[in-house]
């Protein structure tokens, strides 16, 4: 079975760090760009951040462009989002996909996504 599971979301002052991590089961996530994507409360999903399958290739939304990093260790099967100076506006349930292509755009197809870790960031 193929699963995805997503861990370190919580709770966090304005400002502070999070990381999340995206541990793959079930197939080798080295074959797969990884996305993450979040959807705040009454708000549609969007994303935040796509790493392409080396891990050569990143990109982010505007919104967390200087503050979230994406990476990865293909080793552990695992992609990671650092989040740092977090605002109350990146609340949401936090996502990760992967994306069959291997390209850094997570726009297409989604083959396997996890089920979501919330972070709430408090004013």
């Known amino acids: 079975q193929l699963q995805l599971v997503e861990s370190g979301g919580g709770l966090v002052q304005s400002g502070g760090s999070l990381r999340l991590s995206c541990a793959a089961s079930g197939f080798t996530l080295a074959y797969y760009a990884i996305g993450w994507f979040r959807q705040a409360p009454g708000k549609e999903r969007e994303g935040v951040s796509c790493?392409?399958?080396?891990?050569?290739?990143?990109n982010y939304a505007d919104s967390v462009k200087g503050r979230f990093t994406i990476s990865r260790d293909n080793a552990k099967n695992t992609v990671y989002l650092q989040m740092n100076s977090l605002k109350p506006e990146d609340t949401a349930v936090y996502y990760c996909?992967?994306?069959?292509?291997?390209?850094?755009?997570?726009?297409?197809?989604?083959?396997?996504w996890g089920q979501g870790t919330l972070v709430t960031v408090s004013s």
């Open positions: 996909a992967a994306d069959p292509s291997g390209l850094a755009y997570c726009a297409g197809y989604l083959e396997v």
């Open positions: 790493i392409s399958s080396s891990g050569g290739s990143t």
